[in-house]
């Protein structure tokens, strides 16, 4: 079964930095793509990265510049880098793959940028 597992969530002052973990079961981060996708409160779930299994990465623009996404694939685990942080990146942050025709998502962490 596919199990994905995030964490790294925290709350930290605007200009901060977090690194979020994306632990995924088995082989999964180095074999299919992840993705990073956020929801905050009364907005619609965002995508914010995502990395192939060629480690290409790309990102939005509301973020780009400031999010790094990477993989090590001896840990089965991808990372969210997130500097400069903003009030508006507050959101519960997800990963997620596709394999076949399901798509598998994590619990969530929660960011909360604030003073």
């Known amino acids: 079964q596919v199990q994905l597992v995030e964490s790294g969530g925290d709350l930290v002052q605007p200009g901060g930095s977090l690194r979020l973990s994306c632990a995924a079961s088995?082989?999964?981060?180095?074999?299919?793509?992840i993705y990073w996708y956020r929801r905050a409160p009364g907005k619609q779930r965002e995508w914010v990265a995502s990395i192939t299994s060629g480690g290409l990465a790309n990102y939005p623009n509301s973020v780009k510049g400031r999010f790094t996404i990477s993989r090590d694939n001896a840990k089965n685990t991808v990372y969210l880098q997130m500097n400069s942080l903003k009030p508006e990146d507050t959101a519960v942050y997800y990963c997620?793959?596709?394999?076949?025709?399901?798509?598998?998502w994590g619990q969530g962490t929660q960011v909360t940028v604030s003073p």
């Open positions: 997620n793959t596709i394999i076949g025709m399901t798509t598998y």
């Open positions: 088995g082989s999964i981060s180095s074999r299919y793509n």
